[in-house]
C-alpha cells in the first residue's frame, strides 16, 4: 500500500486523528500548513527522508514499512509518468525551439507569458521526410522566427542559437544545433540542448526507487 494508504490505516486502528499525527511525526505548529502536506501525499507526493523514523515511531511501526509504502509510491508515480510519456510520444511533433542568454526567465512572470514564442511546430510526418529536406525548412524558418522576434524573446533575453527536435525520444546527440541564419553547428560541445523551464513548475518530488531499496537495505542491515 502507499503511504497515504499505511498512515490512513494506521491512524485508523490507533484512533488517532490527522491533527496528531502532523504534529507529531512532522513537528507542525499550524495545522492547517501540515494538513496540506498530508493531503499531497494523497496525490503521490513522497515523504521526506528524515521523516522516515519519525513517521515509524508515531505509526508504531517499523522502518521499514515505512519505505515499503513509499516504493509503492514510486512505482505508482513511475507508472503515471510512463503513461504521460505515451501519451506525450502520440502526440509528439517535430520541433524547433531558441536558446537564450538566460536558462531561467527573468523576471519569472514574462517567460511564462512568452514562452511559446520560442517554439516553431510542425506536422506529424514531417520527420519522415529526408534530413536533408526538414533542414531546409528549418533553416527558412528560423531566419523567419529570428526576424519575427527581433532577435529576442521576453524575459529570456538575445536568442543565441536554435536546437531542433525530430524525433520524442532523441537524446543529446540527436538534437540538432543551429545558428540563428539555420546553419547547423557540428560541434555541440558546451552547448545547452534541454530549453530549460519557461513556465512555474513542480519538481520531481522525494527520492529516487533506487535511493529507497538503499535506505530499505540499510534498515535490514541494522536490524540483523
Not at 494523497?42 to 516504493?71: C, F, P
Not at 538566460?102 to 529526408?130: A, D, M, W
Amino acid at each position: 500500500m502507499t503511504t497515504y494508504e499505511l498512515i490512513e490505516k494506521r491512524l485508523e486502528e490507533l484512533n488517532m486523528k490527522r491533527s496528531e499525527f502532523v504534529m507529531n511525526a512532522w513537528g507542525y505548529k499550524n495545522i492547517n500548513k501540515g494538513m496540506r502536506k498530508y493531503l499531497e501525499m494523497k496525490e503521490g507526493t513522497l515523504i521526506d527522508i528524515k521523516d522516515i523514523k519519525n513517521i515509524a515511531r508515531v505509526l508504531q511501526i517499523s522502518e521499514e514499512e515505512v519505505v515499503e509504502s513509499m516504493i509503492e509510491n514510486e512505482r505508482e508515480n513511475e507508472m503515471k509518468r510512463q503513461k504521460i510519456r505515451n501519451e506525450e510520444r502520440k502526440k509528439f511533433v517535430p520541433h524547433f525551439y531558441s536558446m537564450h542568454e538566460r536558462t531561467i526567465p527573468s523576471p519569472i512572470f514574462i517567460g511564462c507569458i512568452f514562452n511559446l514564442k520560442r517554439y516553431v511546430y510542425y506536422y506529424q510526418g514531417f520527420e519522415k521526410r529526408p534530413l536533408k529536406e526538414q533542414l531546409v525548412s528549418v533553416k527558412f524558418d528560423i531566419i523567419e522566427h529570428y526576424r519575427f522576434c527581433e532577435g529576442e524573446v521576453g524575459g529570456f533575453g538575445k536568442i543565441i542559437y536554435y536546437v531542433y527536435r525530430n524525433d520524442y525520444d532523441a537524446g543529446a546527440k540527436d538534437l540538432i544545433t543551429l545558428t540563428i541564419k539555420g546553419e547547423v553547428i557540428e560541434n555541440k560541445e558546451g552547448l545547452r540542448l534541454e530549453p530549460g523551464h519557461g513556465v512555474l513548475s513542480l519538481k520531481k518530488n522525494g527520492p529516487s526507487l533506487d535511493s529507497l531499496f538503499e535506505i530499505k537495505k540499510q534498515i535490514i542491515d541494522r536490524r540483523n
